[in-house]
Nanobody, 127 residues
Framework: QVRVVESGGGLVQAGASLRLSCAAS????????MGWFRQAPGKEREFVAA????????GYADSVKGRFTVSRDNAKNTAYLQMNSLKPEDTAVYYC????????????????????WGQGTQVTVSS
């Protein structure tokens, strides 16, 4: 098991940028594929972005494609979500998730595929 903790959320104006971080405990971070999800008030948690174990393959929800970038630094046990051109509809609690996997290039976009979750960080975008 790995413990993940998100940070970097905040209140920004539309058009601004934020970078979220996801710090993982343990010495086997490179064994985990990582994902970012978000949950807006009154809505279900939804997929945002995913990155494979090596940080080579990435995937995004259509709503954030071209604006958000997911990355990771396995030496620092940390994953990142760079969010640019933020919109009010991006307002949500953002969650980091980790999945231990044998497959180096596989991406996971479903909530049920992850079994390690952080507590979330609030992102609020004002218009």
């Amino acid at each position: 098991q790995v413990r993940v903790v998100e940070s970097g959320g905040g209140l920004v104006q539309a058009g601004a940028s934020l970078r979220l971080s996801c710090a993982a405990s343990g010495r086997t971070f490179s064994s985990y594929a990582m994902g970012w999800f978000r949950q807006a008030p009154g809505k279900e948690r939804e997929f945002v972005a995913a990155i494979d174990r090596r940080g080579v393959s990435t995937g995004y929800a259509d709503s954030v494609k071209g604006r958000f970038t997911v990355s990771r630094d396995n030496a620092k046990n940390t994953a990142y979500l760079q969010m640019n051109s933020l919109k009010p509809e991006d307002t949500a609690v953002y969650y980091c998730a980790a999945r231990n996997t044998y497959w180096t290039s596989t991406l996971y976009s479903a909530l049920a595929q992850y079994d390690n979750w952080g507590q979330g960080t609030q992102v609020t975008v004002s218009s």
